[in-house]
């Protein structure tokens, strides 16, 4: 695959993508971290799981995101509960994670 070759190019590991997702936000992430390879070249995260979960969330829901990471499902739910005067809480549990912010 395009994406298993360039990572391991360390330069081509620098900096962030800038990535206008499908479902209409943007993300922008580190290419140090392998997750974030897949939506930069499909534009595409877990969107059907995504979606199962947005279907669910009801006036003034509270969403949780526990493992959000990077937010690639904070944002589009967050998206979905602004519409119905909901919430989303993300966290982020490992910290090792915390350091690409």
């Given amino acids: 695959m395009v994406a298993a070759t360039l990572m ?5 590991r620098e900096g962030l993508w800038n990535i206008p997702m499908e479902k209409g936000h943007r ?3 580190p ?3 392998a997750q974030s390879w897949v939506p930069a070249f499909t534009a595409r995260y ?4 995504v979606d199962l979960v947005r279907r669910v ?5 509270l969403v ?3 493992g959000a990471c990077f937010g690639f499902w904070t944002l589009p739910l967050a998206r979905e509960a602004a519409r119905h005067n909901g919430h989303v809480v ?5 910290r090792r994670s915390h ?3």
């Fill in 90 to 94: 993300a966290f982020e549990p490992v």
């Fill in 64 to 66: 949780l995101d526990v």
């Fill in 46 to 49: 877990d969107d059907e799981k």
């Fill in 27 to 29: 993300m922008i992430v």
């Fill in 31 to 33: 290419r140090a971290a």
């Fill in 99 to 101: 350091s690409y912010g």
């Fill in 8 to 12: 391991r190019i360390p330069s081509f």
């Fill in 57 to 61: 969330i009801r006036h003034r829901s």
